[in-house]
């Protein structure tokens, strides 16, 4: 059935690949304005402290005026948030992490705005401050949001003391589980916090024009969400808002939510004149919006047989001073707690908890590879200590197509099965290499996304056709919707042209996010394309004298049935419509990729629908520990994704590679390291990202059985490749050295405590 | 039925008058892009002359490299041009007129330019130059182009010689319908040489990006078109450009065509860099493009009763050196020669004859005010001798609904004979005002144009809608728009944004020319808003479970019959249609304003046909004339005006006064003067352009039978009141003191050296 096709499933390159390698693409950061200015931001040094006063009266002289500085007075004004609105742009009153904005400069030159930061004194009082989320759930802990209970934000979250959102699912009798259990098992681990680790630094534009309206250019992953939240955080219609989407030197989720454009607005307000921010790698590290560390507390009840009777979860997300996106955050992982596995008794509570550090934010499937990883090392103790093989007691378990978890949510598409073997059986993982080689398997998911996409096409007078889309390219977004548009309409890619996407022109989208792009853009372009065709073979029809039902279209052309050595050329059609008779002719396609259900009996507080429709992916590795030195070498890495249907092979791959890096520094090396709130190793050379040459091939395959809500049945794709990957390598350490490694990352220096702690017991018993 | 409307009918100022009036609009001129160079033209000196060589070292010292500099062997190669393609952008070979474009070049600074200009030594050999059109056609006078037969062109075209288009019609017996009238007459008429007389001078950027694609700022009234024209003259296809509209100050006519973008281009292609290039008032006065000089020699038989028996018209349009929009003018003029009259016999000759002058394009009704000018001086003329009054022999000629003019056109619209009556009886054209007084009238037509417009309409997730056309805003397109889809979905005006207009994002639409808009893009907006309006009832439908047939939407709340008191507000149907069901909400409108057709029998040659709805003018004037000085006031001037439909009545009202302003100077005092091929009055101060107070207040009004082609039955007004002015002057002036000026401008030396005239024939008789 793929071999029919001929754009979609074909590899391509990545629409504006030549422009990003020639570094000719302009970014946020490259542009100019006429008459831009550029805008620094001062930041709090303190976690958590009182604002005496802001004297900004030495900086005022050196920049020229009042009007280059801007305050908390001088908006936007209310606080803001996603599921809380408990943000200050500016900090008022006090500060809550140490890189807190607390003012603003705009100058001539980026050098002067710094030079103008040093001259704003500010007086604080410091305040006690909180940097374990634990002692922050303690009664009694200092409050870092004295106002929480009175905050805006969505009824579902449920809060108090410095928790910021509390997720609960019940289902069946969690003490009759544990009692029908030939074992209980119960561990504890720990994730820490990292980087979205784009290459890109956060950095917008805005301006004025003349009538009040506002321009933006920013490398957002949602421009009309953008829009929409410049829309509430100013008090200004839509109407009067335009998002210029620049291209997004990666997101991961740290582009997702509205970041520096208040800023740059207000400055620009103030000054009349556009203004450009753009983050330093050191703010980056310090005060943007990394991974939620979290500490997940785990209980499971097994059969002899392997069957889990029962699961107890607990899961705490550090948020940091914000909730952001935290309570989304919190509220997957509390529906992905017990893994995608059939458990009859469960009990899941997840915290979203504030401490005075930077917020947490999105960062690639968010909310989930904390817990997988968490019950992937534990589903590895568990056929360990059962003497099973780790797949059989995960299939033994796995849901089923139609499964409806603890929450209520239905599975669809389930591949578990399918990419477990294959990853077993491609690492050949009942193989043992060697006494200090291992290998470890685990398994993960994520959805297809969800939401509103849609598109627009007009079929040029020269034939071409003109392609708008409203959702910024993050991932293949351009190349894969031009592939789906090519073969529904038979016409070559050349002939298709993107059109840019301001807000004010392109159609409506919600967000290049949760791996729904090529679910929603993927069917808005699919329809679009055939109301286009119909449309084209109808004027056909006529100019032939032919019944439209038995026309085609194929390169450029169009065929009777009856006379198909007679071809109409679609530019002499277009032509014609636009010249002498009907008019242009234009379609639109719009989407909805459907939310799931929730059984609110069972879930409690707050949880963010990504659909029902899942992917699946089993990665398994091959480890090589040098015990002398705690050292982990990746030998091989076996990604196995169940991803429905390929539409650009080699992009899926270069997701799935890019994944499994995020995942192997998540598992081994990466971390922001803080003190007291301040952040130790603000940079790439300390923070520990992998490089080219620590990175095993990854051996990538794939599973398509065209199953996947998206066009041709495809799958998403973006998140799932780091879900199960910290596990796997957890797995395979132990299978390695018999260690069990329960807190990310990995590092040398817990393997070799671990060890001398094993060889410690093995020595007392 | 007008009382029902709340949108359109409405007086509204035009989109953007704040913007303008306060000076903040952003004109082409005032754009800067990071790295620009500025563009200067070296135009020729000579009116006709070979050149023999181009020697650009000193100006590529100047300026840094060759690079910098362009002549013709820059390309962009092929001749270009409209029914014909005559014209290289850089003169090859020879100049053919006193500012033809030679070389170019490109430099940090406009001085720096100019400068470089100067440095550049063309050495020419002068040729023998033709500046009278009669001249040109005689046999043996040079030729102006050689290669005219093999030229590329339209079949329809007859050219030989230096006459580059004749245009033939013919109907019944000439010479029979001069033997059955009982009076011929016979007179010679000129018209002179005007600007359209913009205030915003040609301008133009263009750049290309890193994948060689072009973008191109240019104020043209037709995005499209120039795209198009981009594509054809430089070998890219269509999708490979991208045309951003600017706001347009002014056209009338002189920025329909491609002008300065090929320049700015080689420019930009040479240097790596984007290239602006500004018109100067001298260029604009010595290197565009005017109305076309005209010649007519008409002759007509009449009976005792005033019926027209036969007409027979010979026109001479002086194109100068190159065809350019040329054989659509003299076609025209074709069209119009014998006016709107019926009559039996015709024998019309239209000719455009090359000169060594600059060449002449579209000035508002291409091609028409010339005939009128004559046809109408005549009628004034007949009605005199006869004896009969000037309106009463109109209407006893005049078309009626359906008449087949003598070409085949259809008479679709006719409003001749209310604007008459209504002028006459507003200027009270019977009673005399004394001696040195007199009033006059005239009438004349034009189209609501035709061709291709399209609209998208997407609504957005707070219930407003925005609005997307291709049309740039030349006369008040925007309000225009805004009001039809405000009328159409019942929405506040403030509520319906109009995006931007580039030629990725717009819809297609052909020009901003000809009548056209209100028509074509009203009626595509109207689709577009039914369309979206059915999508938007049916959805509320399904949420309010009624039948959409008992929904009505008004201010932005859907009703249903049976519960009115329950409406359901568009911004939250909007909202879940985003973000709950169904995806995004959009619609597309696309409309074909029918093209007439012709009598191939009865014409010969070239005619670009707009269509077959008509809009009427008559205009009347008083005007005192000065014995002593020759100068005369315009005391009155009435201009009743069949517009089917006032969707806007000031912005007509302006339409109308602009139009009267450009006939008056016509009449009055614009005029080009050139002496062998070189402007001698290159500036506002000398050309004689009319200043407000020279300008009678104009008595507008208009006659609303709702039957034109536009939307509730409105008709183009753009172009019509310019047309009847120039006659309507003369015939007043003549019956003031009883002297006929046959020839434009009438100047006061001209009304003089008539009385002088007169009273030499008087005394000598």
């Not at 550029?38 to 020229?64: C, F, M, N, W």
Request: proline residues 6%.
């Amino acid at each position: 059935m793929k071999e029919e096709f001929s754009y979609v499933g074909r590899p391509l390159p990545v629409y504006d690949s030549q422009e990003k390698l020639t570094g000719a693409k302009k970014y946020t950061g490259d542009i100019e304005l006429p008459r831009m200015l550029h805008g620094k931001i001062l930041r709090s040094p303190h976690p958590h402290a009182l604002i005496i006063s802001i004297d900004p009266s030495e900086a005022e002289r050196l920049l020229g005026g009042e009007r280059f500085i801007a305050t908390a007075k001088d908006g936007p004004g209310a606080l803001f948030g996603g599921a809380i609105y408990d943000m200050p742009f500016f900090a008022t009153g006090k500060v809550r992490y140490v890189g807190e904005p607390v003012a603003a400069v705009a100058a001539e030159t980026p050098e002067l705005a710094e030079e103008a930061l040093k001259r704003i004194k500010v007086e604080y009082r410091e305040l006690p401050a909180l940097f374990d989320p634990v002692m922050a759930m303690a009664p009694g802990a200092p409050l870092i949001h004295e106002e929480l209970p009175s905050y805006k934000g969505s009824a579902n979250v449920i809060r108090s003391g410095n928790i910021c959102s509390h997720t609960r699912i019940r289902r069946g009798d969690i003490a009759r589980g544990f009692q029908e259990a030939d074992y209980l098992f119960e561990d504890l681990f720990q994730t820490q916090t990292i980087l979205q680790g784009q290459m890109e630094p956060h950095a917008a534009i805005a301006s004025f024009d003349a009538n009040g309206r506002i321009e933006v250019w920013s490398p957002t992953t949602g421009t009309f969400q953008l829009r929409s939240q410049l829309s509430e955080i100013f008090g200004l219609p839509l109407s009067q808002i335009c998002v210029h989407p620049m291209p997004i030197g990666g997101s991961f989720g740290a582009k997702n939510f509205v970041r520096l454009e208040p800023y740059c607005l207000v400055l620009a307000r103030k000054t009349g004149r556009p203004v450009k921010i753009t983050a330093s790698r050191y703010e980056e590290f310090t005060s943007f919006n990394p991974r939620h560390a979290t500490t997940v507390e785990i209980k499971t009840g097994v059969k002899r047989d392997g069957a889990i009777t029962a699961r107890k979860v607990r899961l705490i997300y550090d948020t940091g001073a914000y909730a952001d996106m935290g309570p989304m955050a919190a509220g997957e992982g509390a529906k992905q707690a017990v893994g995608p596995y059939r458990v009859p008794h469960v009990e899941v509570d997840s915290y979203c908890v504030y401490t005075n550090k930077m917020s947490a934010a999105c960062c690639r499937a968010h909310g989930t590879p904390q817990p997988t990883f968490a019950f992937e090392s534990q589903m590895d103790i568990i056929a360990r200590r059962l003497g099973m093989d780790p797949v059989a007691l995960r299939l033994k378990n796995a849901v089923g197509e139609g499964y409806i978890g603890p929450g209520g949510d239905r599975y669809r598409g389930v591949g578990i099965q399918e990419v477990l073997l294959q990853a077993a059986e491609r690492i050949d993982l009942k193989r043992k290499e060697g006494i200090r080689r291992g290998k470890g398997i685990a398994v993960g998911h994520w959805y297809s996304g969800a939401g509103s996409s849609s598109a627009i096409m007009k079929l040029n007078e020269d034939g071409t056709v003109t392609l708008s889309i409203g959702a910024p390219d993050a991932t293949g977004t351009d190349i894969m919707a031009l592939q789906v548009a090519a073969e529904e309409l038979g016409l070559p890619l050349d002939r298709i042209v993107l059109a840019s996407k301001d807000t004010d022109h392109a159609p409506f989208d919600t967000l290049s996010s949760g791996s729904r792009i090529t679910h929603c853009i993927g069917q808005a372009v699919r329809r679009a394309s055939q109301e286009l065709k119909t449309k084209i073979l109808e004027l056909a029809a006529q100019t032939l004298d032919a019944d439209p039902q038995h026309l085609e279209m194929r390169d450029g052309l169009i065929r009777s049935n009856h006379a198909p050595e007679h071809p109409l050329s679609l530019e002499r059609l277009a032509r014609s419509s636009h010249f002498r008779m009907h008019g242009p002719l234009m379609a639109t396609g719009t989407y909805f990729g459907e939310i799931g259900t929730f059984d609110r009996g069972a879930v409690k507080g707050f949880i963010y629908d990504m659909g029902e429709d899942r992917a699946f992916v089993a990665q398994a590795a091959e480890v090589e520990v040098d015990t002398e030195t705690g050292t982990v070498s990746v030998l091989r890495l076996v990604s196995v994704n169940d991803v429905g249907f390929l539409i650009n092979p080699p992009n899926a791959e270069n997701q799935v590679c890019g994944g499994v890096h995020q995942g192997l520094g998540y598992a081994l090396s990466e971390e922001v390291k803080m003190e007291k709130g301040k952040v130790l190793n603000p940079n790439f050379l300390e923070y520990g990202m992998l490089r080219a040459n620590n990175m095993p091939g990854v051996e990538c395959s794939f599973i398509e059985k065209m199953n996947g809500p998206g066009p041709y049945g495809a799958k998403g794709l973006g998140e799932q490749p780091g879900v199960p990957t910290a596990a796997a390598i957890a797995n395979a350490i132990y299978d390695a050295i018999g260690v069990r490694i329960r807190s990310l990352p990995i590092t040398p220096e817990k393997i070799l405590r671990a060890l001398r702690e094993t060889n410690k017991l093995a020595r007392s018993s």
